[in-house]
């Protein structure tokens, strides 16, 4: 393994996984952002955020894991390497 690659790469997923987290918020506001009252209001805004918020957060975290995965294995490949 490409050590530097590697280690690259572990950050790249790590920021995409921020990168969704910040998706997650921004348009949380945006759900909340405009006048919208009664029970479709509520429904979808719960839709939102129990659902596809929970979605995203799952992504997050498997990016998130795969970036440690990946850091990992370049940090090995480091020390078999020296």
């Known amino acids: 393994m490409d050590v530097q690659g590697g ?3 572990a950050q790249a997923f790590a920021r ?4 969704i987290e910040q998706f997650g ?4 506001q945006v759900m909340t952002s405009f006048e919208w009252l009664g029970p479709d209001a509520d429904r979808t805004r719960e ?3 129990n659902e ?3 979605m995203l957060r799952q992504v997050s975290q498997a990016l998130e894991t795969f970036s440690t995965l990946i850091n990992n294995q370049a940090q090995e490949q480091e020390q078999v390497s020296a």
Not at 25 to 28: D, F, M, P, V
Request: hydrophobic share 30%.
């Open 47 to 49: 839709v939102w955020s």
């Open 25 to 28: 918020t921004q348009y949380t």
């Open 52 to 54: 596809y918020m929970n």
């Open 16 to 19: 995409g996984a921020q990168e």
């Open 7 to 9: 280690t690259t790469a």
